[in-house]
Nanobody, 125 residues
Framework: QLQVVESGGGLVQPGGSLRLSCAAS????????IGWFRQVPGKEREGISC????????YYAESVKGRFIISINNAKNTVYLQMNSLKPEDTAVYYC??????????????????WGQGTQVTVSS
């Protein structure tokens, strides 16, 4: 079964940090792009970061650039999202997703084929 599972969400104070993990099973990430999206109720899903499994190319949305770092451990078939300097507006459900290598250029949700169940991140004092 092809799937990805997120972990690492939780409650953190403003200015704090969290690291999300996205573990893939049933396939290798080497040939795909792995994206992180987030969604709050009533709003569209926002693509915030992406990394390609072959050469490690990365994408960051302006809203997270300079604060979030995406990385991949190909040996563990896992992608990480290090989130620093968190703000209340970062509160959302965070989803890991996998698509073809070209999806990093578009970040269109409909082009990503495999989605995790999501993990809640809450930034609040």
């Amino acid at each position: 079964q092809l799937q990805v599972v997120e972990s690492g969400g939780g409650l953190v104070q403003p200015g704090g940090s969290l690291r999300l993990s996205c573990a893939a099973s049933g396939f290798t990430l080497d040939y795909y792009a792995i994206g992180w999206f987030r969604q709050v109720p009533g709003k569209e899903r926002e693509g915030i970061s992406c990394i390609t499994g072959d050469d490690g190319s990365t994408y960051y949305a302006e809203s997270v650039k300079g604060r979030f770092i995406i990385s991949i451990n190909n040996a563990k078939n896992t992608v990480y999202l290090q989130m620093n300097s968190l703000k209340p507006e970062d509160t959302a459900v965070y989803y890991c997703t996998v698509g073809g290598l070209g999806t990093i250029a578009t970040m269109e949700p409909k082009e990503f084929a495999i989605w995790g169940q999501g993990t809640q991140v809450t930034v609040s004092s």
